[in-house]
C-alpha cells in the first residue's frame, strides 16, 4: 500500500526542529529526534487518511504481515496471557475501593482484554479503538465499546474511570499532546494510566537498532524512551512504576521474530503455532497516577 507523506512535525509535541537523524529512509520515511521534546519520531507524519486505511479488518488478518497482526483471533490464548500478566502488575498499584474497579481500554482492539478484566479480575469494563472492526468484535464480546478518532480520544461509556490502559498504543497517535491533555480532563485525580510502549533505551532496541521489531513504519510514528515519555505526560501524570514488559507468544511467531530480525522470510511452522513462549519485548510496562 503506497503511503503519502505529510507534515514535518512532532506528533508528541507538534515542533518542527529536529536535533539530530538516527535512522535515514526506511520504507521512505526518516526517524528523527524533535529539538524540543526529545522524542524520537517518524519525518515525515504519513497522511491521517493513510493511517485509517491500515486499522481496518484487515489488519487483524495480516497474511504479508505489512503493517498488522497475522491472524490476532488466532493468537488469543497468547494474547489473553499477555494481559493477565499485565493486569497482576498494575494491580498492586491501585487504590483500594469497596466497588469494582470501572476500567477503560484505549485501542482494545478485538476486546480480548476486556474479557480478561472481567472475567478474571471482576473490573467494570468499557473499551475503545480506532477500527470500527474491532469496536464491533468487542461488543459482539458483550462489553461497551467506542469509536475513538485517531487521537485516541472518544467519549468514555463510564465517566472518570478508576484505570485507563492503552497497550502498544501511544507510538502511533499523531498527536501525543492533545491525547493528553483530553485524557487528563477526563480521569480524576489519583486515578491511574498504565501504558506499554517501546523503550529505545532498552538492550534489545540498542543492539537490533533499526533493525528492531518496535520499529514499524508507517505505523509507530514516536519512539519513546523511560525519560521522554515520563517528561511528555507531565505534569498532568506522576511516574509511580516502569519495569521491562515481556509477552506470550506462539513458538511460531518467535521464530518469525528472530527470521525478521535477520532479514530473513518468514515461514509458517504449524507445528510450533500451540506452544507458549514468555518473551521480552523490547517495551516498559507504565503506570501513572493522575496529578
Not at 81 to 99: E, K, N, S
Not at 125 to 147: F, K
Not at 177 to 199: K, S
Request: aromatic share 8%; glycine share 6%; net charge positive.
Amino acid at each position: 500500500m503506497p503511503v503519502a507523506r505529510g507534515e514535518r512535525r512532532c506528533p508528541v509535541c507538534g515542533g518542527s526542529a529536529i536535533a539530530e537523524t538516527r535512522y535515514r529512509d526506511i520504507a521512505g520515511f526518516d526517524i528523527v529526534r524533535c529539538a524540543r521534546c526529545q522524542v524520537l519520531h517518524l519525518s515525515p507524519l504519513p497522511s491521517e487518511q493513510d493511517l485509517a486505511r491500515i486499522y481496518t479488518k484487515e489488519y487483524f488478518c495480516d497474511a504479508a504481515e505489512r503493517h498488522g497482526y497475522l491472524d490476532y483471533s488466532r493468537d488469543r490464548q497468547f494474547i489473553a496471557a499477555t494481559y493477565r500478566r499485565r493486569f497482576r502488575r498494575i494491580a498492586r498499584h491501585l487504590p483500594r475501593r469497596d466497588r469494582p474497579v470501572r476500567f477503560h481500554e484505549i485501542g482494545c482492539a478485538l476486546g480480548f482484554g476486556l474479557e480478561v478484566a472481567a472475567r478474571e479480575f471482576g473490573w467494570t469494563v468499557s473499551g475503545s479503538d480506532v477500527s470500527q472492526h474491532g469496536v464491533e468484535h468487542a461488543r459482539a464480546l458483550g462489553h461497551p465499546a467506542v469509536r475513538s478518532d485517531p487521537c485516541g480520544r472518544c467519549i468514555l461509556p463510564h465517566e472518570q474511570p478508576d484505570l485507563v490502559c492503552l497497550f502498544d498504543v501511544i507510538e502511533h497517535l499523531p498527536s501525543v499532546h492533545v491525547f493528553r491533555d483530553w485524557l487528563a480532563a477526563a480521569m480524576a485525580p489519583g486515578a491511574c494510566l498504565a501504558l506499554t510502549t517501546m523503550d529505545m533505551d532498552s538492550a534489545w532496541n540498542r543492539l537490533l537498532g533499526q533493525r528492531s521489531p518496535s520499529i514499524k513504519v508507517p505505523q509507530h510514528l514516536s519512539y519513546f524512551t523511560r525519560a521522554t515519555l515520563t517528561a511528555n505526560l507531565a505534569p498532568s501524570f506522576q511516574l509511580v512504576n516502569a519495569s521491562p514488559d515481556f509477552q506470550t507468544v506462539s513458538g511460531d511467531l518467535l521464530v518469525s521474530r528472530l527470521l525478521h530480525v535477520a532479514g530473513l522470510p518468514s515461514p509458517r511452522f504449524s507445528l510450533l503455532r500451540r506452544l507458549p513462549v514468555v518473551i521480552p519485548n523490547g517495551m516498559n510496562l507504565y503506570v501513572f497516577r493522575r496529578a
